[in-house]
């Protein structure tokens, strides 16, 4: 920054310059009229320039008699600022979303950001690495950068409080004037969720494939047979051919599922716009499974509301998500004999339907997992009800589209109830 001091100041120094200037005119005049000579005589034009530059310096700093010697004006340079110490230098990674520890050059915890006191509980400072993280694999990288002093990661899982997997990374931080020995930041990048669609993204190919490969040997066995051994058999092609269209029925139950799965997928992100009357779906598909009811010794007991009861959602697929869970609740809760079907708002006027049925019960651990893809409780048992295992994760893909939750109550020996909340 230049410091020109106040405008009577900057007023005086120019003056200055001026009388200095006027009393030196005659000489500057005689030096340009001989550096024209000299021009002339093809002295080189450099010398001739600078010679003159210097005679009309010393001209400004000839002293006068009623003038002080010309201030140069004062340049004010920005002071060096002090480099950070590791505390501060540490307070930086607090913006940072992610698990970040500062290490020292011998090992030693020098800061913790926020959101790795939180994944790994609280660190003390100044306490060596390994007193909280064991993990060999960890410990071996950090000793390998240090030694190289070049960049280094690895995966790491860590089981307590939840199961959750890191790519953890360690890289020095380039020299800081002042600040004494090396300085290395360990992060840690949460791969969970990617790991865990990896995980199902795989299940559903390995489950889909055996889901169809089961149906496909069957259909090819009976044809063989019919086409060897009981070519001529009449009883026989009646009897195979009855068990071929069930297993024909169940692969186009599945692919149907599947494709339903996709649509959904696709347009997940668009919500509905229109609004529509629950109680007339809830009538139509209570209507269209009472035959189902009967033949399995189910009775339906229906709770719906006079008035009507609107929400915003798609018919074709709520129609969907009410018959799944009406038809579940009738073939795996048939031990019960009776099963209840209500709508209604409850206290806060959020519109809720529920199946309620009265048969075995879900174990705990299940009760999480029931809207994976092919997650069954009991395969033998779904399998012989003509499940294919995605009834329930098009529900929740349903709900989810619509902006609703499916909730889950179960206790073993008195029932479930599946709660829809919109």
Known sequence: ??????????????????????????????????ATVALLAHVPTG?????????FFAVLTLPGADSRPIELPTVALPATPAPPSPIELGSMFEAI???VILLGADGNILHINNAASKAFGDLAR???????????????????TMRTNLPNQIEHS???PSERVYIAR????????????????????????????????????????????????SLRGFIETLQGPAKGDAAAHERFLAIML???TRMSRLVDDLLSLSRLEVKSHIAPDKRLDLVPLVRHVCDTLAPLAEDLGVEMRLEIPDGAVEVTGDRDELVQVIENLVENACKYGQD???????????????????VIDRGPGIPAEHVPRLTERFYRVSVADSRSKKGTGLGLAIVKHILTRHRARLIVRSELGKGTEFTVRF
């Open 126 to 144: 100044g306490q060596h690495l390994s007193a909280r993280l064991r993990s060999p694999g960890i410990l071996d990288m950090v000793r390998e």
């Open 158 to 160: 860590e089981r307590l």
């Open 170 to 217: 360690i890289a020095p931080i380039p020299a800081i004037e002042a600040l004494p020995g090396r300085l290395y930041a360990l992060s840690f990048r949460d791969v969970s969720d990617l790991r865990s669609l990896d995980r199902m993204r795989s299940d559903f190919v390995a489950n889909a494939s055996h889901e169809l490969r089961t149906p496909l040997a």
């Open 47 to 55: 010398l001739v320039l600078a010679s003159w530059i210097l005679l």
């Open 246 to 248: 069930d297993q024909a």
């Open 336 to 354: 019960g004999k009776i099963i209840d079907v209500y709508l209604r708002r409850d206290e806060n006027e959020r519109v809720e339907f529920g």
């Open 1 to 34: 920054m230049v410091e020109m001091g106040s405008s009577g100041e900057a007023q005086s120094w120019m003056e200055g310059i001026g009388k200095r200037l006027r009393q030196g005119w005659i000489v500057i005049a005689v030096a340009t009229l001989l």
């Open 97 to 99: 979303d992610m698990p």
